[in-house]
């Protein structure tokens, strides 16, 4: 048989040119895909020019964006050797640094030298050490540079002092990169290749050499710029140079570097919980351990946990309170079972003014009512979802099979036994599953009404942002988030699919 | 009545099923009483918490709960108005408050569009902006998601789990991060709000495709049609009346989303709105809000006029 209807494609061309309209679609089709294609396209454009996406993200600072990126998952430490005129140099880490506050990591070595020396200390700030940040050299406040000696006023009173300075340092960030520091001169290797930088311990740097691709110098004498990529980068000026070692995961994440745990192994820890001395003798170490993990200074667990569970008691008692009222006005709304149509527009306009009014406008005006926290964001969402809410089970309503009603009322039940057995039977299923998707996904938009005021999650995650330096605490907070949205998605599908079977998600 | 007609005492047969019954109903309330005794018990909690947690407790705030009322009282109704459309105002004493023709956006030497109303299209802007980004990638992700037309398990389950954590990563931390790289402006909401919108498109759009009707697909198969011609011809023109009220849908949710991500440093009339009820000025608050309310509504109408037209009723069977 399929022999018999085996064309030529001759014959099957013929065929198609006797049915154009067959096989072509209408013009007036045809031309609505071209129209909407081009109206896309030319929206498009509109929208790059109106908003400036080019020129925004041609002035973007992509580079910074790959250090936060960096910063979510992995943290720096930052030693930074402050070089003298005589070529001496002193250590200092950044403040709050995680390695605790008199770090001496085994991957810098010094050669330390005791030196007596006369210093000029000016009296105005009682201190020869100089208050710059980090990179940002001034040539506004040569004076204040360490030693001092160009200072020329007679302010300053002379001092003997025996300090013990560096003669020599190494800091090894990983296998192929080192930098090492002595007698004025900063060698930097990096996979194979060797840079030596002279440094004068004022302002002027000076590359021996080409620089390599990793290290860039604006302009001759200004300070050096060394990337190694993952492993971290460094800064050498005149007199200064910035190591920032980069190092995998999270810092310090069960203890701060001011508890007396910090720093000690899982096992040490271990040991110490349960059979060493109490450390403070008023309570014991398991105690001391949990209460410093909780007031942890830099990941604040107690705080982030209770936030979170301010999200989701907010979401949780918004949307039940928003299902309850919901329930009876729902009723009224439909207009199969309250014939009224006054009561019906009235409260659907109701429905629709709750809505409208955004949840966002509900946070901002309850949080001046209420103050700051959950209670602001719980009124939120349960005003917005009252509407959401009242409108989805209003339409339910409305597509009920009306045979079950007819026969309750047919045995002479009374009105409220004819929605009882005849019509709630029906919805019920219907309104928990709507009740139990907006329970999750109001957990997810109540993290950012938080962000403007309302308690919750939010707000923390905002603030932690803001800095610019605590990626690492967002990351945390991130995940804990997708964790219990995961936790409370499986659990409103898994309910859902009980209720109404496996059509609900 | 015919009851005293019935026998007192059942046989054994007939005590077993009344026994039975009477267990079933026992077990049934028992069921219903814990659940509404751990739901009462959560709730109590959570209200105890809530409040205990808050900055001011419920009770004590409960009578200044319409302060705001009275603190957004203009000096008179029609003060409102001139905030909204950027006309100078009576009281202008030269602070911020009463100066609303500043703001203007000039098109011509006389025309102008008033601040908020500018401010209110940037913000829908980005909404549609996003929306359009949202659909066009969920677009191409939704077919590989399907079990109709992916076999493979894996890169079906890869391109779930994408789609998972883009719709539950929160908004904020995307906006706060590209809000971190680029300068203050809209691109940080359009981020935010289009990387929510794939992962939410691409589930409704995928579970769209996976209850198409697979005829078509079969005749394209038995023609010889390759993969993409089996989507393109099979499976798209039975979706996209579907597809198309998901993304109406998506753009009602999308105008209040970028709204809030505005009022997180995203522009557009959040922010706005934000600063002005912080700064306490009345009719700007006042001016906004109606704004804000009259969009929403507006768009909300539009959308579910435009969606039955596409799908029927069936557009309003679904939640979000």
């Not at chain 1, 940040?133 to 004076?143: D, E, I, R």
Request: glycine share 8%; proline share 4%.
């Amino acid at each position: 048989m399929t022999s018999a209807t085996r064309l030529s494609p001759l014959e099957m061309d013929a065929i198609a040119s006797r049915h154009p309209n067959l096989l072509q679609g209408s013009s007036n089709k045809r031309l609505r895909t071209i129209l909407i294609s081009a109206g896309l396209v030319v929206y498009l454009v509109f929208s790059w020019w109106f908003f400036s996406i080019g020129h925004v993200l041609g002035n973007a600072n992509w580079g910074i964006a790959g250090t936060y990126l960096a910063d979510w998952v992995s943290y720096e430490v930052r030693p930074e050797l402050k070089i003298a005129r005589d070529r001496t140099m002193t250590i200092d880490y950044q403040r709050n640094s995680p390695l605790g506050p008199n770090p001496n990591p085994s991957w810098v070595e010094l050669d330390k030298e005791t030196v007596t020396r006369t210093v000029k200390i000016p009296a105005a700030t009682g201190q020869a050490v100089k208050p710059k940040a980090s990179s940002s050299f001034s040539f506004m406040t040569p004076g204040s540079a360490l030693g001092g000696a160009d200072a020329g006023t007679a302010q300053g009173r002379t001092e003997t002092q025996t300090q013990e300075v560096i003669t020599r340092a190494v800091v090894t960030l990983n296998r192929s990169t080192k930098i090492e520091v002595a007698d004025g001169l900063v060698t930097a290797t990096h996979g194979g290749e060797t840079l030596t930088m002279a440094v004068d311990g004022q302002d002027t740097v000076t590359p021996q050499g080409t620089l390599p691709a990793w290290a860039t110098q604006k302009r001759p004498g200004e300070k050096i710029t060394l990337a190694f990529g993952a492993a971290g980068w460094a800064e050498v000026e005149g007199d200064d140079v910035s190591v920032r070692n980069r190092f995998f995961g999270w810092a310090n994440f069960l203890f701060d570097t001011n508890s007396p745990y910090f720093g000690k192994s899982y096992a040490e820890v271990l040991s110490l919980i349960t059979s060493g001395e109490r450390i403070e003798p008023a309570r014991s170490n398991l105690s001391l351990a949990w209460n410093n993990i909780l007031y942890n200074a830099e990941w604040q667990h107690l705080d982030v946990w209770t936030k979170l569970l301010q999200t989701v008691v907010m979401a949780f008692v918004g949307t039940l309170f928003a299902s309850l009222v919901a329930f009876p006005l729902c009723f009224l709304a439909a207009r199969n079972i309250t014939p009224n149509f006054l009561t019906n527009q009235v409260v659907k306009r109701f429905f629709d003014f709750l809505r409208s009014v955004d949840m966002f406008i509900w946070a901002l005006f309850f949080t001046r009512a209420f103050g700051p926290g959950p209670l602001a964001g719980m009124s939120a969402i349960f005003f917005t979802d009252t509407g959401t809410l009242g409108k989805l089970y209003a339409e339910a309503l409305e597509n009920i099979d009306d045979k079950q009603r007819e026969g309750v009322k047919s045995v002479g039940a009374a009105p409220l036994a004819v929605q009882r057995f005849g019509v709630l039977p029906q919805v019920l299923p219907v309104f928990a599953s709507q009740a139990l998707y907006f329970w999750e996904s109001n957990t997810r938009s109540a993290t950012i009404i938080g962000a403007v005021g309302a308690g919750g999650i939010g707000l923390k995650l905002w603030e932690a942002m803001r800095t610019n330096s605590d990626w690492e605490n967002v990351a945390y907070m991130v995940l804990l988030i997708l964790l219990v949205v995961f936790i409370f998605d499986s659990i409103s599908n898994a309910l859902r699919s009980r209720l109404i079977g496996q059509k609900a998600h | 009545m015919a009851t005293s007609m019935l026998p007192k005492h059942l046989s054994d047969n007939g005590a077993l099923v009344e026994r039975h019954w009477q267990e079933l109903n026992s077990r049934r309330r028992l069921y219903s009483f814990l659940g509404l005794a751990v739901l009462a018990l959560a709730l109590s909690g959570s209200l105890w918490f809530a409040n205990d947690s808050n900055a001011g407790k419920f009770f004590d705030r409960l009578p200044h709960f319409f302060d705001f009322v009275g603190d957004l009282a203009p000096r008179d109704g029609l003060e409102i108005f001139r905030a909204m459309f950027d006309l100078p105002s009576p009281y202008d004493d030269g602070s911020f408050k009463y100066n609303y023709p500043e703001g203007r956006l000039y098109l011509t030497e006389s025309f102008y569009i008033p601040e908020y109303v500018h401010k209110m299209l940037e913000t829908v802007n980005i909404a549609i902006f996003s929306t359009v980004i949202g659909t066009f990638f969920g677009f191409i992700f939704c077919f590989l998601a399907a079990r109709n037309l992916m076999p493979n398990p894996w890169v079906r389950g890869l391109i779930r789990r994408l789609m998972e954590i883009l719709r539950a990563f929160p908004e904020v931390v995307i906006a706060g991060f590209f809000l971190a790289i680029l300068s203050l402006g809209p691109i940080p909401a359009i981020a935010a709000v289009s990387i929510h919108t794939i992962g939410a498109l691409g589930k409704l759009f995928f579970e769209v495709v996976e209850n198409a009707d697979m005829k078509p697909d079969e005749g394209l198969r038995a023609a010889g049609g390759n993969w993409i011609e089996r989507v393109w011809f099979g499976m798209v023109p039975q979706v996209l009346p579907n597809f198309a009220s998901y993304f109406l849908l998506r753009l009602e949710i999308n105008v209040r989303a970028s709204t809030i991500i505005g009022a997180v440093g995203g522009g557009g009339i959040g922010e706005l709105l934000r600063l002005s009820i912080g700064q306490g000025h009345q009719a700007k608050t006042l001016a906004i809000v109606i704004l804000l309310f009259a969009t929403i509504f507006a768009v909300d109408q539009f959308s579910a006029w435009l969606r039955r037209r596409l799908v029927g009723d069936q557009a309003f069977q679904l939640a979000q």
